[in-house]
Every structure is written in structure tokens, then in C-alpha cells.
């Protein structure tokens, strides 16, 4: 039994790396292809260069498509934050009528496939007479990252223990003061790693962003789309990297500094 019980557990190991050498081999494949000198993305390589990157930082449609992305993923985070920290103010701390029904409804776009969700809102917007906008593309953006930051932000607000609040309150201070000065410092974690969250979905959305973009808008994730529709470039190797250092660096850089700011605040 030991015997079989070890190995059935070397297999399941074994699975397990698989599973992942699956998973992680094609973006290992694309860093690789970046930094190949050769214009034909295939191995072996035929030698180191930054070539295609130059060229990446010199293409004013990929640049434009950055900018785009940058400044709607900075406001989606900004409006996504704020809204999360006041839903999760009002269901946590007061007692709202339909807490329940209300939660569940602004966590719903979790559960509802994006393309559902992307279409439901083109639909509903066609029917009311209103055509596609940037406006519509960060409301859209917003709607689908909403929930992430409830779902942070009220984990971390569960956690702080109304007497401090109650105690502020017991020495003079007002309800605003209270938030500003207690509740949002030991609640700072969740809320920074919830406007990251909503930053890095909102960067790497293709699904509703194609649905709902106007035309002559591209973010990234789209202008790549629209690059390998025309022919395969070594500068969309390139723009993948970057692209991943951006998803994988931005949540480990938030998660980074949450950990930081706990600590201070537990100390």
C-alpha cells in the first residue's frame, strides 16, 4: 500500500508538471521569439538582439493602442475602486434592505461568460438609441471589474472590527473622519490590490472590448488581434512580452505592497 500510494503520487507529480510545461511552454516560446535577431519567428534562433522592441517603440499605431489601453484601464481602476469601496461600505457596515439580492447582482458579471455579457450590453445599448463609444468601452470595462474589487475589498473590510471605528467615533471624530482616518488606512491593502486587479483585466480585455470599442479605437490586446490577422510579425513577440511583464509584474508588485502595508498597519 505504501508502495502504491508513493507512486501513485509520483504520477499525479508528474501530471502536475506536465499540466503546467503545457500551460507555460507557449509563453516561454513568445519571450524567446522577442529577443531572436532573425526576422523569421522560428528556432533555433540565430541571435540575441532588442531589435524588435526598438521597433515596437517606434510604431505609432502599437504606441497609440498603449496610451489607449493606459488611460482606460487607469480609469476603469479609478471608477471600479470607487464604487467597490462604497458598495462594500454599504453592505458590510449598514444594513441595507436586499443586502443579499444587492450583492449578488453586482457580482453576477463574474458568473455570466464575457461574450454574454459583452453582446447583453451592446444589445441593451443599440436598443436604447446609443452607438459605440469610448464612453460605452469603459463602462462596459467597468461593469466586468466591479465585482473583483467587491470581493476584495469586503473580505478585507470583514476583517477590521467595528470598535475601532466605534471607539473614533465615541472621542469626537464624525463619520467622514472615521473613514478617512481609520477605515481606509486598515483597508488600504484591499483597496490598492482591488485598483490593480481592475487595471490589469481591464488592460488585457479583448472579448467586450472588441464588442463594444468604436471604430479607430485599438487597445493592445486588439491591435495584436488585428496584427496577426494580417501576417504573423516578429514585433507581436515583442509586444507579447511586454504585455505579460505587465499582467504578471502589476499583481505581484500589488500584492508586494499590500503585504508592506499590512504589516505597518498589524504593527
Known amino acids: 500500500m505504501r508502495g502504491g500510494g508513493r507512486m501513485g503520487w509520483n504520477l499525479v507529480?508528474?501530471?502536475?508538471?506536465?499540466?503546467?510545461?503545457?500551460?507555460?511552454?507557449?509563453?516561454?516560446?513568445?519571450?524567446?521569439?522577442?529577443?531572436?535577431?532573425?526576422?523569421?519567428?522560428?528556432?533555433?534562433?540565430?541571435?540575441?538582439?532588442?531589435?524588435?522592441?526598438?521597433?515596437?517603440?517606434?510604431?505609432?499605431?502599437?504606441?497609440?493602442?498603449?496610451?489607449?489601453?493606459?488611460?482606460?484601464?487607469?480609469l476603469t481602476s479609478a471608477i471600479s475602486t470607487t464604487l467597490g469601496v462604497l458598495?462594500?461600505?454599504?453592505?458590510?457596515?449598514?444594513?441595507?434592505?436586499?443586502?443579499?439580492?444587492?450583492s449578488t447582482f453586482l457580482i453576477a458579471p463574474i458568473l455570466v461568460p464575457e461574450v454574454v455579457l459583452a453582446v447583453a450590453l451592446l444589445?441593451?445599448?443599440?436598443?436604447?438609441?446609443?452607438?459605440?463609444?469610448?464612453?460605452?468601452?469603459?463602462?462596459?470595462?467597468?461593469?466586468?471589474?466591479?465585482?473583483?474589487v467587491i470581493l476584495v475589498v469586503q473580505a478585507r473590510l470583514v476583517g477590521i472590527k467595528r470598535?475601532?471605528?466605534?471607539?473614533?467615533?465615541?472621542?469626537?471624530?464624525?463619520?467622514?473622519?472615521?473613514?478617512?482616518?481609520?477605515?481606509?488606512?486598515?483597508?488600504?491593502?484591499?483597496v490598492l490590490a482591488g485598483a490593480l486587479f481592475a487595471f490589469t483585466i481591464s488592460f488585457d480585455d479583448i472579448t467586450g472590448t472588441l464588442f463594444w470599442k468604436p471604430g479607430g479605437v485599438e487597445t493592445v490586446p486588439t491591435q495584436i488581434f488585428a496584427m496577426l490577422r494580417n501576417s504573423i510579425s516578429p514585433e507581436i513577440n515583442a509586444l507579447g512580452t511586454v504585455m505579460i511583464i505587465m499582467t504578471v509584474g502589476l499583481p505581484l508588485l500589488g500584492v508586494a505592497i499590500a503585504r508592506r502595508l499590512a504589516t505597518k498597519s498589524g504593527g
Open 87 to 102: 458598495a462594500s461600505l454599504a453592505l458590510v457596515r449598514y444594513r441595507v434592505p436586499g443586502s443579499n439580492m444587492i
Open 13 to 74: 507529480r508528474l501530471w502536475t508538471l506536465f499540466v503546467y510545461l503545457f500551460m507555460f511552454m507557449p509563453v516561454a516560446v513568445v519571450v524567446l521569439l522577442s529577443f531572436n535577431a532573425s526576422q523569421f519567428g522560428s528556432f533555433p534562433m540565430t541571435g540575441f538582439s532588442f531589435r524588435w522592441f526598438i521597433e515596437l517603440a517606434q510604431n505609432e499605431a502599437i504606441l497609440r493602442a498603449f496610451r489607449t489601453s493606459i488611460v482606460l484601464g487607469l
Open 163 to 190: 470598535d475601532v471605528e466605534e471607539a473614533a467615533m465615541s472621542l469626537g471624530a464624525s463619520p467622514v473622519q472615521t473613514f478617512f482616518q481609520i477605515t481606509l488606512p486598515l483597508m488600504l491593502p484591499a
Open 123 to 148: 444589445l441593451f445599448l443599440n436598443f436604447l438609441g446609443i452607438n459605440k463609444s469610448f464612453t460605452l468601452l469603459l463602462f462596459g470595462h467597468v461593469i466586468f471589474t466591479l465585482p473583483f
